[in-house]
């Protein structure tokens, strides 16, 4: 039985709408949906689970008939798909009267409800949020047994399969190992958008774009196949195929940087990298103390998000504290050095901050 | 520190001239311009160097460079001086030209250069900077001419002593310059922006909820207008529709009703006709009848008739003759009586017979018109019965259609009429009514459409919204960790900066106040200098402001703080004491109880124009080193 495990496609989504390629990443987001469906095809795979947010928010009729055309040009694939705390299923929603056709499946009650597909032997174990918030560990307390109180009649030598959205405090929190001892023989999650792979039998696809500049590194989706001959044997494996990354780059300056120097060499990073991508740059190192490094000049040379500059001037704070231990700039290397009930990050700004203006205040 | 040789060989009008310093106390005696003033810069040109100011401050007359440079050997710029530093000697050599500018300074003992990294005398000299010295070891000529010009620059010195731990840092302006950072940091409004952020998302929500109940009142609607178009359909459903059209035949069936109550009018006349004229004909069989069996008794009765007749006249005549007695007339009356009653039985009986026969027939024919005639109203009266019938039948059926009743009369059909017209009514009333009430959410399901197409973005927009107050949470954070580390710096800078006033304060309060006391004779005993700057002066138990005092008095107050600081500051490592021309404004007496004050000092170079330091000196006994340019 061959997989492909999705989830956090948030089609209609607006990554950046305020940057000049907002408008790309939209559509890219629907490129590679299509893409995915293509690749079904491709793989011939038997099942899509779609682990929750397949919209960024309440789909349109019109939305969900373009994604049920595309769903319709499957060859081999049936889809299970579930709603997620995105496109959840409140009063409004447009899932509950929508007609999906034949291959396609979705779970429309907030409890474990079960999809049994005979020819490929798998049972597909799921449900909806039918609200923006779920704060009850919906999924830590399921039963698949075959003898039990439960409804769920898991048969173990059926493949059974979990489709799940969660894994935060508002959103079904998740206990890993718990659930993974339930007895699936795959748990395909969703609402994580970082994928990762927990184990062979539970994993997160992440987000199938991603979608904000947090969400750094790659995307895609979950291929995977259960064997059945004798013991059931799992292999999976995440393929990266979103359009861009976010990414986010360090450029280390010294005191002989200048600007043009730094605008060129992140011209190189960007080019090496890709300039397709979408960079957060953060400056660190120690420049001179004289020079600024000129964020207007930077910002042009590509597909740029945020630029924070966490260079330092460059301070030699331990000659410095030697060469005027006695005077205020050494008391004050020493107080701030001693200040142990700060943070870290608080102490080394302020040294900073303290250093340049007594420095700039020399007379 | 002790400054034990100059070798002033090529510094503005010197020339190879070598001076030598004692420990305790040097004068250095000169007219004007004999060259005490520099002397006096070449000390700190040789501890400090000396920078050539560039652009406009170049050639001017503040340009210490260009006013020292020799004249006759501009690049020979330079000299030496020997120092000593505890036991060890050690020798600065300077090359002053800007072309050629060097530093060194060599341990006297070993021989060796001492490696300077910055060629800086602190390096040697641990705190030593050039305006620690011109604030305290050097004391130059008092440029004051006014008290309170005087006062002020005393309030400046103390300010510029109070931070002269800091040496050349300018705490006001690191201040301020935080500050001005800090104000750039606040000025971004995340707190307001956030508040509003979160309102906006609290009435995105809300419309949200709002959404959620149009839709579901949209979809209430939709069900409720769909169900009674459905009922008003059904209304005009085949079946209903042939009840109304049944129901519309009422005045068809009310004719016929008409019809049939005319019709049975009709027939009970004819009923009654006919059972008239069967009476009649009834009578009139009976009628021929007796007319039969008169005519046979007829027949009988013409015998008895011929007797009668003559007995009649035989009894008349015997009756005539009896009344008459007149035989002839009786017998003439009979005679005639019997040929009368021949006469008459013979016609009579003959008569008798044919008027018999006629009536017989004339009664017969009546009859038997009668018979017909009853056979025709027969006939028609069961036209009429059969029609009457079909009508009844017909409005009987129609009338079960509506109503359960037996027997077609007045009453029912009364009851059927009001029954349908209720009915009619009453449709007609449910049909406006389910009309208006469809109007009404038809009406209501274009209002919440409208409602709901005015929140259509409100989804979009409340995500944004959520993502921009995520983006501000996180851009505060990062902000409010820049103010905290600019508040921890800033306070800990005026923590310090308070701390070193604080110490510094109190014993510069005690030091001057010793300093002063001596050389005002205990006149004033007990000095405060607070954190204001404000210097006073405790006399007869009253404090008075230094501006208030006399200028001399200023500037031994100002001199005092002079020697506090330099004490206070450079304790560890006793350093000269260089005065140049500081007396000025003193009267004998204070010069005398400053120089007895100054003499354990471990160096004192004093520069003067005047004897009277000489000769107080030597009244006072003191040992001196005297130097005359």
Redesign the interface.
């Known amino acids: 039985m061959k997989f492909i495990h999705i989830a956090d496609v948030h089609l209609g989504a607006t990554p950046d709408s305020n940057m000049p390629w907002a408008n790309e990443r939209q559509n890219e987001i629907w490129d590679s949906f299509r893409n995915v469906i293509s690749v079904c095809n491709n793989e011939k795979v038997d099942l899509l689970l779609i682990a929750g947010d397949l919209f960024h928010k309440q789909p349109l009729i019109r939305e969900l008939k373009e994604v049920n055309y595309l769903f319709s040009t499957l060859e081999t694939a049936r889809v299970v798909l579930m709603a997620g705390n995105h496109d959840y299923i409140g009063a409004r929603s447009n899932y509950v009267d929508f007609k999906w056709n034949d291959r396609v499946h979705m779970f429309l009650k907030d409890n474990i409800d079960e999809l049994v597909f005979p020819d490929i032997n798998t049972a597909v174990y799921g449900l909806s949020y039918l609200t923006r918030d779920i704060k009850e560990a919906k999924y830590d307390d399921i039963e698949i047994s075959k003898a039990g109180d439960n409804h769920l009649m898991a048969e173990p030598e059926r493949i059974n399969i979990l489709l799940a959205h969660g894994g935060d405090d508002k959103n079904i929190p998740i206990n890993r190992k718990r659930l993974l001892d339930k007895g699936f023989d795959y748990i395909a999650l969703g609402h994580i958008h970082k994928p990762e792979i927990i184990n062979k039998r539970m994993a997160y696809s992440g987000s199938l774009e991603p979608l904000d500049k947090n969400e750094t590194g790659p995307r895609g989706y979950i291929i995977g196949e259960i064997n059945e001959d004798g013991e059931k044997t799992i292999e999976i494996e995440f393929v990266s195929c979103s359009y861009r990354e976010y990414k986010s780059i360090v450029m280390t300056v010294n005191q002989d940087m200048t600007n043009g120097e730094l605008i060129d060499m992140i011209k190189d990073e960007l080019h090496r990298q890709g300039e397709k991508h979408i960079y957060q740059i953060y400056i660190r190192g120690f420049r001179d103390e004289s020079i600024h490094f000129d964020k207007e000049a930077i910002y042009p040379l590509g597909n740029i998000i945020d630029l924070i500059d966490e260079s330092h001037p460059d301070y030699d704070f331990d000659a410095l504290y030697r060469e005027n231990s006695d005077n205020l700039i050494g008391m004050f290397i020493d107080k701030i050095r001693e200040a142990k009930n700060q943070e870290d990050i608080i102490n080394e700004k302020a040294l900073y901050y303290g250093i340049e203006a007594l420095l700039d205040a020399r007379e | 520190m002790l400054i034990t040789k100059l070798y002033v060989n090529y510094f503005g009008k010197f020339t190879g001239r070598e001076i030598e310093l004692k420990p305790g106390v040097n004068l250095i005696y000169g007219d004007n311009e004999a060259g005490k003033s520099t002397l006096h810069t070449f000390i700190k040109g040789m501890l400090f160097g000396i920078e050539r100011l560039r652009g406009r401050g170049a050639a001017s007359k503040d340009d210490i460079y260009t006013r020292y440079l020799p004249w006759a050997y501009p690049g020979a710029y330079g000299g030496q001086m020997d120092l000593m530093l505890g036991d060890r000697p050690y020798r600065l050599i300077r090359s002053f030209h800007a072309n050629d500018k060097s530093f060194e300074i060599i341990d006297l003992i070993t021989g060796r250069e001492i490696k300077l990294k910055e060629g800086h005398i ?1 390096e040697l000299i ?2 030593l900077n050039e ?1 620690l010295y011109r604030n305290t070891i050097s004391i130059e000529q008092l440029r004051a001419e006014t008290d309170a010009e005087l006062a002020s620059q005393v309030r400046n010195y103390i300010t510029n002593l109070s ?1 002269a ?11 301020r ?2 500050k001005e ?1 800090k104000k750039d940091l606040e000025s971004v409004p995340y707190a307001a922006q956030l508040n509003l952020l979160s309102e906006e998302i609290k009435a995105g929500e809300d419309r949200e909820a709002k ?3 149009l ?2 009142s949209l979809k209430d609607l939709k069900n409720k207008e769909k169900y009674l178009s459905e009922r008003i359909s059904n209304y005009k459903s085949p079946s209903n529709q042939q009840k109304d059209k049944l129901a519309d035949e009422l005045p068809v069936i009310l004719e016929k009703y008409r019809i049939y109550l005319e019709l049975s009018k009709q027939y009970s006349q004819l009923n009654s006709q006919v059972e008239e004229l069967r009476d009649s004909l009834i009578e009139q069989e009976k009628y021929l009848e007796d007319l039969d069996k008169k005519l046979e008794e007829n027949m009988k009765g013409l015998g008895s008739k011929r007797f009668l007749y003559p007995a009649l006249s035989f009894l008349i005549g015997g009756l005539s003759f009896f009344l008459t007695k007149s035989p002839i007339v009786a017998i003439s009356a009979t005679v005639i009586l019997l040929i009368i009653s021949v006469i008459i039985l013979a016609t009579t009986n003959k008569r008798t017979t044919a008027i018999s026969n006629a009536e017989h027939i004339r009664a017969s024919m009546e009859l038997e018109h009668g018979y017909k005639q009853l056979e025709e109203l027969s006939h028609r009266r069961k036209g009429l019965e059969d029609d009457c019938d079909g009508l009844h039948d017909t409005i009987m059926l129609f009338m079960q259609e509506f109503i359960s009743e037996d027997e077609l009369t007045y009453e029912a059909v009364a009851r059927l009429k009001e029954t349908i017209e209720n009915k009619k009514r009453e449709a007609a009333r449910k049909q406006k009514e389910y009309n208006e009430l469809l109007e009404k959410y038809r009406l209501q399901i274009e209002k919440i459409g409208w409602e709901l197409s005015a929140l259509e973005d409100n ?2 927009e409340l ?2 919204n959520k ?1 921009q107050y995520e983006y501000l949470s996180q851009k505060q954070k990062e902000n409010k ?2 103010l ?3 508040n ?3 306070d ?2 005026q ?3 308070v701390t ?1 006033h604080d110490s510094f304060g109190r014993q510069l309060n005690e030091e001057v106040s010793k300093i002063v006391s001596a050389i005002t004779n205990h006149r004033y005993q007990d000095i405060k200098i607070d954190e204001k700057l404000n210097v006073k002066l405790e006399w007869n138990d009253n404090y008075i402001l230094l501006d208030r005092l006399s200028a001399g008095t200023i500037d031994q107050v100002y001199f005092a703080l002079r020697l506090a600081v330099s004490d206070l500051l450079l304790g560890e490592e006793p350093m000269p004491l260089i005065l140049d021309d500081s007396f000025a404004l003193y009267d004998d007496s204070r010069v005398k109880a400053a120089l007895a004050k100054m003499a354990n000092r471990s160096q004192l170079i004093l520069f003067s124009c005047q004897t009277r330091e000489k000769q107080l000196l030597e009244e006072l006994g003191l040992d001196f080193n005297y130097i005359e340019l």
Request: charged share 30%.
């Open positions: 602190s641990p705190g305006s931070i731990k800091s040496r050349e840092v300018n705490v006001e302006k690191a201040v310059l935080l950072k959404i959620d109940f839709t579901a989804e979009t995500i944004k993502e960790l820049e905290d580390a600019i921890l710096a800033l800990t800078i923590e310090l900066s070193i």
